[in-house]
């Protein structure tokens, strides 16, 4: 009786095998909806459109002309104008809030009720009660929420951060920003809650805690009530401080963080085409001699310009946002990162109101 013979495999089919084997898993395709769509939003629905692991199936906005040039540029996207269909669709996973601020909270929540994870724009709310159920509704409801806080997706802010983790600046003493500019002039909110959120988040994450007191003063100039610029300082619980200078009266645009330590200086200045970052070999160090006198030493060396990556900040925070929800983890702005800037607003605007006074957090 013939014995069989089990033939090995071809090297061919040997090395098909081997490699499906190795073959990374595709990233699955996260269907989504944006909500708002007027200047900014538009920019996220870009984005979020070419996006290689998004698949945005509506956009949804009451003005019926931003949805039919939507219609035009993408054409696969359903524009509505109410969010029910969004809602009701059980195949969207997650919704992008891009509407003016005192929505945002009603449609994240509506969104996380839902059971949809949800991106919604700086800040996440108006009132700190607000942003306190929508972090509970998230939890509830087992879904991510992140806020967009652009800039710290900024990968000059993203290197500016390893240094001070780093400890190559040495101890930072303080922080100041300046974002000032000559328009867009805004009716429905003043100059420190549409410029200052960008700021606060990145003077907190650079600092690793919230303020415990804040100061703010501002002026009305060319509308009754709506301050045109503001300058807010935080005080820290080890005595740092942090200073945020705001305009959109001013004849210069600037978008710039400085961050001062013992040993060395840096500054992040987003209006810079490529040289976004500079650090700054300066400090002042005292010395003593042995009868137990001192001076102060002013040092000043060599100015740096590291090659940063000019990847789009909104690229990144879009693609991050996508991250998080195909792995279920924690967005780097999450909700509770939402809430602490927040909060730093609700006491800025209520020192505001009273003329400067120091607002305990």
């Keep these: 009786m013939p014995v069989a013979v089990k033939k090995a495999p071809s090297r061919k089919r040997a090395a098909a095998v081997s490699s499906l084997a190795a073959a990374p898993s595709v990233p699955r395709t996260v269907r989504m909806a944006v909500i708002g769509c007027g200047d900014w939003g538009k920019n996220l629905v870009r984005e979020f459109y070419q996006q290689p692991n998004a698949e945005l199936v509506y956009c ?40 003016p601020a005192p929505t945002h909270a009603a449609l994240a929540e509506r969104a996380l009720a839902a059971g949809k994870h949800v991106f919604v724009e700086k800040p996440i709310a108006l009132a700190v009660a607000d942003a306190e159920r929508l972090i509970a509704a998230a939890r509830a409801a087992g879904r991510q929420l992140m806020v967009g806080h652009l ?33 867009r002039i805004r009716k429905d909110e003043n100059a420190l809650w549409s410029l200052a959120p960008h700021d606060v988040s990145m003077i907190v ?24 610029v503001v300058f807010v300082t935080m005080e820290f619980p080890d005595g740092r401080i942090a200073h945020i200078h705001l305009s959109w009266l001013d004849p210069h645009k600037i978008r710039k963080i400085t961050v001062v330590g013992s040993q060395k200086m840096v500054t992040f200045d987003d209006m810079e085409p490529t040289e976004k970052l500079r650090i700054y070999d300066k400090g002042a160090v005292r010395d003593y001699d042995s009868y137990g006198g001192w001076w102060i030493t002013l040092r000043s060396g060599d100015i740096q310009i590291p090659r940063v990556d000019l990847t789009e900040p909104l690229k990144l925070e879009c693609q991050h946002f996508l991250d998080c929800v195909r792995r279920n983890e924690t967005p780097r702005s999450d909700g509770e990162d939402g809430l602490r800037v927040l909060r730093v607003l609700d006491a800025a605007q209520r020192s505001l109101e009273q003329g400067g006074a120091w607002v305990a957090l």
């Design 60 to 99: 949804c906005d009451t003005h019926e002309d931003r949805l039919a040039s939507l219609r035009r540029a993408f054409p696969r996207i359903e524009g509505v104008a109410a969010l029910d269909p969004i809602l009701n669709d059980a195949s969207i996973e997650a919704v992008v809030v891009a509407t």
């Design 151 to 183: 800039l710290r997706y900024h990968p000059a802010f993203l290197q500016m951060k390893r240094m001070v983790e780093s400890g190559e600046l040495g101890s930072v003493h303080y922080i100041y920003t300046q974002r000032l500019n000559l328009g």
């Design 205 to 228: 994450e650079l600092f690793g805690c919230a303020p415990v007191r804040v100061t703010a003063r501002g002026a009305s100039f060319v509308q009754e009530k709506v301050e045109d």
